[in-house]
Each structure stands twice: as structure tokens, then as C-alpha cells.
């Protein structure tokens, strides 16, 4: 079997280029080098169309995979919640779609300017249709959460946590830190901390989504197992009965 240690070297990437950001925004203050062209710009991880959005889009789009092989599995078993694992499947899709191209911000300048926020909890404002959003989703996909395995979901939760206290609270937080300044070293840690918190979390998601999915279907030609996680191509053996999921959609 050709095997590959996939979430290992994810979490090595991310790595590199959470230090190719902090590297990048010394040099910026300290050295006056600007993150907005040549290789700087790739390590930006608040930049759009670079190597950083690309990798945070792509750990999306695995989330995207996963989440649609399971769909794919208990659609196939008539499962009860299965529709929802579709649906699922495509929010992550829409997530990596918006990371790469920010559409989230095309509600920023609108809403702020309508409302006159300056500065605050909501001046990133895209953030107030995007609590609303998030509310129904909660609603939505709790019974899949409810429905999975303990140690699954406490890694779900724990992943989902990570990634939205960064993408929602802590930038709501960097709403205050920006009236020091978008260059200046508040608002900079502030985004540093948001966007690490946003990798970590994806990558949390990943390992638990893949997790799952090895759980619920142990003979497949994707296999991730081991403290590394590796994936690889081949027939995998089937699982020990009790390492089996206990409650599934």
C-alpha cells in the first residue's frame, strides 16, 4: 500500500507559514518590506489570491470530501440524517470557495457604511448576517453532532470551537484593535492569533472528519490512522467490532 502521512505534513505546512507570516510582518514594521508583493505576499495570511488562502481553502475542501463520502455512505444505508451530511458537505464547499475569494467581504463596506460603525465588536460588519447564519446552521446540524460516537464529537466540538473563536470572536476582537491602525502591532497580533486559530481548527476538522469516516467504513480505498495520520491507497483491513462507531446517523 502507498501510503502518505496527509495530516502530519498539513500540520508541518501550517507551521511554515503561520512563521512565514510572523517573519513577514517583522520585516514589514521593523524593515519597512511590504507583504504585498513577491514572496511576503504568499506568507500573508490575511492576504487573498496567495499560497496562505490557498492552503486555508484546501483544508476546507478536504472537510468538503469527507463530509460527502459520509453522506455518500449513509445515504447508501438509508441513514435518517443523511441529507444533512449532504448539506454539510456543502457548506464546507462554500467556506473554500469564500476563503479563496472573500466573498464575505462584499458585506463589509455596505453594512458599515450604512451603519456608521467606526470601529467595535461589529466593524468587521460582515459579521452580523454571518452570526445570524451560523445560528440556524447550529440548528441544523445539531442532531448529526448528537447523533455521533463521544469521542468523535467532543473532537468536532473541540474543532468547531477553535475555528469559529477565531474566525467570529476574535475578530470581532480585532475590531477594536483596528482603530490603533491596520499596520500597527495590536491589530497585527490580534490577526495573527485570528487566522492561526482558523488553520488549527480546519485542520482539527480534518482529522476528526477523516476519523469518523475510517470508523463507519473501515474497507475503503482512503485510509487515515495512525498518531500521524496517513493516508494511503490500497484496501484497508477491517476494524475491530468495539472500535466501531456505537451511534451513527
Same mark, same amino acid.
Request: proline share 4%; aromatic share 12%.
Given at each position: /500500500?502507498?501510503?502518505?502521512?496527509?495530516?502530519?505534513?498539513?500540520?508541518?505546512? @501550517?507551521?511554515?507559514?503561520?512563521?512565514?507570516?510572523?517573519?513577514?510582518?517583522?520585516?514589514?514594521?521593523?524593515? *519597512?518590506?511590504? $507583504? !504585498?508583493?513577491?514572496?511576503?505576499?504568499?506568507?500573508?495570511?490575511?492576504?487573498?489570491?496567495?499560497?496562505?488562502?490557498?492552503?486555508?481553502?484546501?483544508?476546507?475542501?478536504?472537510?468538503?470530501?469527507?463530509?460527502?463520502?459520509?453522506?455518500? =455512505?449513509?445515504? *447508501?444505508?438509508?441513514?435518517?440524517?443523511? =441529507?444533512?451530511?449532504?448539506?454539510?458537505?456543502?457548506?464546507?464547499?462554500? &467556506?473554500?470557495?469564500?476563503?479563496?475569494?472573500?466573498? =464575505?467581504? &462584499?458585506? +463589509?463596506?455596505?453594512? $458599515?457604511?450604512?451603519?456608521?460603525?467606526?470601529?467595535?465588536?461589529? %466593524?468587521?460588519?460582515?459579521?452580523?448576517?454571518?452570526? @445570524?447564519?451560523?445560528?440556524?446552521?447550529?440548528? %441544523?446540524?445539531?442532531?448529526?453532532?448528537?447523533?455521533?460516537?463521544?469521542?468523535?464529537? $467532543?473532537?468536532?466540538?473541540? @474543532?468547531?470551537?477553535? %475555528?469559529?473563536?477565531?474566525?467570529?470572536?476574535?475578530? /470581532?476582537?480585532?475590531?477594536?484593535?483596528?482603530?490603533?491602525?491596520?499596520?500597527?502591532?495590536? %491589530?497585527?497580533?490580534?490577526?495573527?492569533?485570528?487566522?492561526?486559530?482558523?488553520?488549527?481548527?480546519?485542520?482539527?476538522?480534518?482529522?476528526?472528519?477523516?476519523?469518523?469516516? $475510517?470508523?463507519?467504513?473501515?474497507? +475503503? +480505498?482512503?485510509?487515515?490512522?495512525?498518531?500521524?495520520?496517513?493516508?494511503?491507497?490500497? !484496501?484497508?483491513?477491517?476494524?475491530? +467490532? =468495539?472500535?466501531?462507531?456505537?451511534?451513527?446517523?
Amino acid at each position: /500500500m502507498l501510503s502518505f502521512p496527509l495530516l502530519r505534513w498539513l500540520w508541518v505546512s @501550517a507551521g511554515v507559514l503561520v512563521i512565514g507570516h510572523v517573519v513577514t510582518l517583522v520585516a514589514e514594521i521593523h524593515y *519597512g518590506v511590504s $507583504r !504585498e508583493y513577491s514572496v511576503p505576499r504568499q506568507f500573508d495570511l490575511n492576504g487573498e489570491a496567495n499560497l496562505a488562502a490557498w492552503f486555508q481553502s484546501f483544508l476546507l475542501l478536504l472537510c468538503a470530501l469527507a463530509t460527502l463520502a459520509l453522506a455518500s =455512505h449513509f445515504r *447508501g444505508r438509508e441513514a435518517p440524517l443523511s =441529507h444533512r451530511w449532504v448539506a454539510l458537505s456543502g457548506l464546507f464547499a462554500l &467556506m473554500a470557495i469564500d476563503e479563496s475569494a472573500q466573498l =464575505h467581504d &462584499m458585506f +463589509t463596506g455596505p453594512l $458599515r457604511r450604512g451603519l456608521e460603525i467606526d470601529f467595535g465588536v461589529f %466593524y468587521f460588519a460582515w459579521l452580523l448576517p454571518a452570526v @445570524a447564519f451560523l445560528a440556524v446552521c447550529a440548528w %441544523y446540524f445539531a442532531p448529526i453532532a448528537f447523533s455521533l460516537p463521544a469521542a468523535v464529537y $467532543r473532537r468536532l466540538i473541540a @474543532a468547531a470551537g477553535v %475555528y469559529l473563536g477565531g474566525a467570529v470572536v476574535v475578530e /470581532m476582537l480585532s475590531g477594536f484593535a483596528v482603530e490603533s491602525g491596520r499596520t500597527s502591532t495590536p %491589530y497585527l497580533s490580534v490577526l495573527t492569533f485570528e487566522e492561526s486559530c482558523e488553520i488549527a481548527g480546519a485542520l482539527l476538522l480534518v482529522g476528526a472528519l477523516f476519523t469518523l469516516l $475510517r470508523t463507519v467504513q473501515p474497507r +475503503t +480505498t482512503l485510509e487515515l490512522s495512525g498518531n500521524g495520520g496517513t493516508i494511503g491507497l490500497g !484496501e484497508a483491513a477491517s476494524l475491530p +467490532t =468495539h472500535q466501531r462507531a456505537e451511534r451513527l446517523p
